[in-house]
Every structure is written in C-alpha cells, then in structure tokens.
C-alpha cells in the first residue's frame, strides 16, 4: 500500500472539510499518475487508521470521488480508481481571465525577418502549381503499408528502439550508400553519410559547423532562398555571382575568391533552384581545379539528381576529385514526396562525428521505420525500378508542358526546357506583372504555392517555377488556360 500518511495531507486549521481535503489529494494524486486507472485503494476502515480519522470522514471522500467518476466501488466495499476518468476542466483563479496570448509578446527575440514565409495554401484552388514535387498519386502505398505491418510488431519495436539511430539506422545506410554508389559514382561506406530530416536539415547542420559571424559565403543569384536564409541566419555575408543557361558563372568564382575571403561556396550544379539550369561539363572541370587548388569549402546540394532526362547525366561534383572539401547533400522527399522527410548528407568520417554532435542538439531519433522500409524497397530493386517508372511520367509531363506553354504563351514566358528535375523556371515578359497575374490566377482556381522572383538589380524580369511533374496533362491544360485567359 501506498504511503498515504504522506501522500495525504490534512491541514486542521482550514475552513475546507476534511473530507473535501481528502478527495481533492486523492484526485490530484490520480491526475500525476501516482493513483493509475483501475488500482484498488484501501478500504474506508483501513485509510481511516491510517491518517488516525473517523471513517465516516474517508466514506464521504470516497462517495464524492465516486460522484464525479474518479472512483468506483462494489458495494461499499472495494475501491478502485476508474479506468474511464472524467475530462479535466481546468479552473480559472480570476474572475474574468484573459487570455496571455492574445496581444503580441512583450519578449525579446529575433523576428527573423530575412526567412521567408511559406504561402498558404486555399481550399478553393483547381489546379495546385507547386515549384518542382513529385506526384504523389503514383506512390507505392500498397507496398509501403505492407512494410509497416510487418515492422510494427511489439518484438521489433523494442528490438529498435534500444539504439537512438542519430545518423541513420544501420541497414538504411547500408542501403543508400550502395544505391548512392550504383547511382552516383560516389564510392562512399556507410560511415560516410549521415541520415537528417530532409536536405534542408542538412544544409543546416553543414553550414552551422562551418560559417561564424563575418564569414563570406559564395552563392548564386538567384539562388536557392532558403539556404541564403540559413546562411544569414549564421551570422554571413553573401557574396553572389550569376547563373546563365550553361550554370554558376566559374569565372566570376575565380574572381570572387580573389577579390574576398571566401569560407564556404553553395552551389546546386544539377536542375539549379531556381532556375533549373545544369552546370556544364567545362565548368564542372574548372570548378573542381579551383576547388583543390583553393581548398575551398563547398556544400553541393544536389536535391532531385534522381531525374535526369538525358542518356548520359553529369556526375555529381562529389564523385570526382576534390580533397573532401565537397559535402554532398541529398534528398529522397523529392523521390518520394514532401510526406517523407528524408535527406542524407556526405562527408570525411570525422566531419559526420561532429555533424552528429550537432544533429543530436535538435533532434534525437530519425525515422527508424521509414529508413527501414526504404532500405528493404531498395535492397529488392523495387526503389529503383519506382525511380525509373517516376522518371518516364515526369520526363513525358516536363515535354508536354514545355511544348504547350511554347505554343500558347510565348507573348508571356521565356524558358529553357531543362536536363532535368520537376519545373519549369518561367521568365515574365517585362509587360506582365507576376504579382497581379499570381493573384488573378488564384480567382480564377489556379494557384501557386511556390516563390516568385521579382525584378530588382540582380534579376532582369520576374520568373517563377512552374513545377510540372506533380500535374497530369488535364491539370497543365488548365493552368495553361488560365494563363492565357488572363494576359491575352
């Protein structure tokens, strides 16, 4: 039996009943999971001898708890916690009580102006144009529940949930590092890579280990906006330099490294965000001779290199010779959908230990499951074999999309169908604004969820992603349509 004597407090000099004392401790004992659902308590004879009371006093706290349902009895004999406990309903100590959270916070903090906010999404939209996800209707969800079903046994939930897989599970890097291999050129082992939640984590944890307050930092502009964020988030100055049809300009690299003190160079060489241009072979070369000519550090983000629409894709800049300078970051959300937070980053064996340090600081546990599953799908062949079948749609979607928009709204876009990757990067004719024309969309049902990139000094026109792999033909006719509609 529990120590009621000290569980229980009777205070003789308040105007509260003793027995109101007594419920009121007992419920509380209850609501801290001291007193569980269904425990037997002790009988009135025998809690009264032990707080030294009348039992009269413990049957009327007993008869009120079982007013209120918080105990049950069988015939006046035997108490129990109820396993059904009545909803608590918290009581305000003013009169009146307002909320705290109404008016804005009178703290101190960082407001992160530069972090751009994420658009909200409308229920009464048609047609969703996001900036380049895939499709989730193609999905394997038959195959992936049957996986779930099979791990989610009490046997093999204990048997995981001993290791705190902070990098990844271990049969989900042996995996990825074989299909990164196979894949990739990369010749990498499992202590190479470390699992995060998406590529956006990891270009974090990357950036964080390396930038301090003053750094400079070489992107590109326009550049992917998030890791700029991130970037000036730590404290860094951004140094730009342009991107035409053939990539990162490598000349304005060199010179850029003259001119500063370069700490760390982001560049995305494959279906650049945002403008979905593939670094070239030439640059490519001279970008790796200046990479181990000038130790430089380089986080390559190389998020949807699994969707090349050519016979022969460039390898990604991580499988030449570089030194270890080049971390390699990855995604398989963009092969799975945006449901499935998975992202990889690749480095030397003792930058990863320290990365883990770093991940552990923000999140403990990765997703054992999911890596267990994706591990189990790539071992049979069947992730590749989706990646292949994902790869024909996309490519035949990125086609009909570039040769519909060619052919009903040249007077308003200029592009270049890209290598690769799940969007179109849209460029405005300088007479149409894309602020109204996102705007009119919207009433009409045709919605964009990505950014749109306005005309300033680094940016001739206005552009926008049109993201073409999660649409089917119909979907593309519509947004199509509207476009037309509003600027002809």
């Known amino acids: 039996m529990l120590p009621f004597k000290t569980l229980l407090r009777i205070d003789r000099n308040s105007t509260e009943?003793?027995?109101?004392?007594?419920?009121?401790?007992?419920?509380?004992?209850?609501?801290?999971?001291?007193?569980?659902?269904?425990?037997?308590?002790?009988?009135?004879?025998?809690?009264?001898?032990?707080?030294?009371?009348?039992?009269?006093?413990?049957?009327?706290?007993?008869?009120?708890?079982?007013?209120?349902?918080?105990?049950?009895?069988?015939?006046?004999?035997?108490?129990?916690v109820s396993t059904l406990l009545p909803i608590i309903k918290p009581r305000t100590y003013a009169d009146k009580a307002?909320?705290?959270?109404?008016?804005?916070?009178?703290?101190?903090?960082?407001?992160?102006?530069?972090?751009?906010?994420?658009?909200t999404i409308t229920a009464d939209f048609k047609v969703l144009v996001n900036d380049g996800f895939p499709d989730v209707n193609?999905?394997?969800?038959?195959?992936f529940s049957g996986e779930y079903r099979r791990l989610l046994t009490h046997q093999h939930l204990k048997k995981t949930s001993s290791n705190l897989n902070i990098d990844g599970c271990s049969i989900f890097k042996e995996a990825l590092s074989l299909f990164l291999n196979d894949t990739r050129g990369l010749n990498i082992e499992p202590e190479n890579l470390m699992v995060t939640r998406g590529a956006q984590m990891a270009i974090y944890i990357a950036a964080s280990m390396i930038i301090k307050p003053g750094d400079?930092?070489?992107?590109?502009?326009?550049?992917?906006?998030?890791?700029?964020?991130?970037?000036?988030?730590?404290g860094a100055e951004l140094i730009t330099i342009p991107v035409d049809d053939d990539g990162a300009d490598v000349n304005a690299l060199e010179d850029a490294l003259l001119r500063n003190k370069i700490k760390l160079l982001y560049i995305?060489?494959?279906?650049?965000?945002?403008?979905?241009?593939?670094?070239?072979?030439?640059?490519?070369?001279?970008?790796?001779?200046?990479?181990?000519?000038?130790?430089?550090?380089?986080?390559?983000?190389?998020?949807?290199y699994d969707f090349q629409y050519q016979y022969s894709p460039y390898l990604p800049l991580a499988s030449g010779a570089h030194g270890g300078n080049v971390i390699y970051i990855g995604s398989l959300t963009k092969v799975l959908g945006p449901n499935?937070?998975?992202?990889?980053?690749?480095?030397?064996?003792?930058?990863?230990?320290?990365?883990?340090?770093?991940?552990?600081?923000?999140?403990?546990?990765?997703?054992?499951?999911?890596?267990?599953?994706?591990a189990s799908l790539m071992q049979s062949g069947e992730f590749s074999r989706f990646i292949m079948k994902a790869n024909k749609l996309y490519r035949d979607r990125c086609n009909y999309a570039a040769n519909l928009i060619t052919n009903e709204l040249s007077h308003l876009v200029d592009f270049k169908k890209p290598q690769g990757g799940m969007a179109l990067w849209l460029k405005f004719n300088e007479n149409y604004q894309l602020a109204n024309i996102i705007n009119k969309s919207a009433s009409?049902?045709?919605?964009?969820?990505?950014?749109?990139?306005?005309?300033?000094?680094?940016?001739?026109?206005?552009?926008?992603?049109?993201?073409?792999?999660?649409?089917?033909?119909?979907?593309?006719?519509?947004?199509?349509?509207?476009?037309?509609?509003?600027?002809?």
């Open 17 to 80: 009943a003793v027995f109101k004392q007594i419920a009121s401790q007992l419920v509380l004992l209850i609501q801290k999971g001291i007193l569980l659902p269904g425990v037997q308590l002790p009988s009135a004879r025998v809690l009264a001898a032990e707080l030294e009371l009348h039992r009269k006093t413990i049957m009327a706290a007993y008869n009120d708890l079982i007013t209120e349902d918080w105990i049950i009895s069988k015939e006046r004999k035997e108490y129990r």
């Open 444 to 488: 009409m049902g045709l919605q964009f969820t990505g950014r749109g990139y306005f005309r300033d000094k680094d940016l001739s026109h206005d552009a926008i992603r049109f993201g073409f792999a999660a649409l089917n033909e119909h979907e593309i006719d519509f947004a199509v349509d509207i476009l037309k509609k509003i600027t002809s």
């Open 98 to 119: 307002k909320s705290s959270y109404k008016a804005k916070s009178i703290l101190s903090f960082d407001r992160l102006e530069h972090v751009p906010l994420l658009k």
């Open 340 to 374: 499935f937070r998975i992202g990889y980053m690749i480095s030397t064996s003792d930058f990863l230990s320290s990365a883990i340090k770093l991940k552990t600081l923000i999140d403990l546990r990765g997703d054992v499951l999911t890596e267990e599953i994706i």
């Open 216 to 234: 400079k930092v070489l992107v590109t502009t326009p550049s992917y906006f998030f890791a700029d964020a991130i970037f000036r988030q730590l």
């Open 268 to 304: 995305i060489p494959h279906h650049h965000h945002p403008t979905t241009v593939t670094l070239s072979s030439p640059r490519r070369t001279k970008l790796l001779e200046i990479i181990t000519t000038h130790q430089l550090t380089v986080i390559e983000d190389d998020y949807d």
């Open 138 to 143: 193609i999905f394997p969800i038959e195959r």
